[in-house]
Nanobody, 123 residues
Framework: QVELVESGGGAVRAGDSLRLSCRDP????????VAWFRQTPGNEREFVAV????????YYSDAVKGRFTIARDTDKYTVHLQMNSLNVDDTAVYYC????????????????WGQGTQVTVST
């Protein structure tokens, strides 16, 4: 059973923007943190951004701070990642995840993952 569903990936040029979405169609993750991670071949999943249930707390990796924005819809069960000023280093499979705990940048903090969506940025 798919618990989280990502969408919005694609192939763009450097400097372009994309918006990723993470839906919780079953409304399973009430009051959970939702985070975005990304992964390139041969590497571990890298933390990108996280948002609290209320949306009042947001944290970003240094690599994306100032370019990416994470937000929740008003119903709280869809989380978006607005990605601006994309560069080739942003190329990866992007995953959303739901979890609890203080170590929000650690993959082990999250027990529920989506299937991933590919983002490819070319020059």
């Amino acid at each position: 059973q798919v618990e989280l569903v990502e969408s919005g990936g694609g192939a763009v040029r450097a400097g372009d923007s994309l918006r990723l979405s993470c839906r919780d169609p079953g409304r399973l993750f009430s009051r959970y943190l939702v985070a975005w991670f990304r992964q390139t071949p041969g590497n571990e999943r890298e933390f990108v951004a996280v948002i609290s249930w209320t949306g009042s707390r947001k944290y970003y990796s240094d690599a994306v701070k100032g370019r990416f924005t994470i937000a929740r819809d008003t119903d709280k069960y869809t989380v978006h990642l607005q990605m601006n000023s994309l560069n080739v280093d942003d190329t990866a499979v992007y995953y959303c995840a739901a979890g609890y705990g203080d170590y929000y940048a650690d993959v082990h903090n999250y027990g529920h993952w989506g299937q991933g969506t590919q983002v490819t940025v070319s020059t």
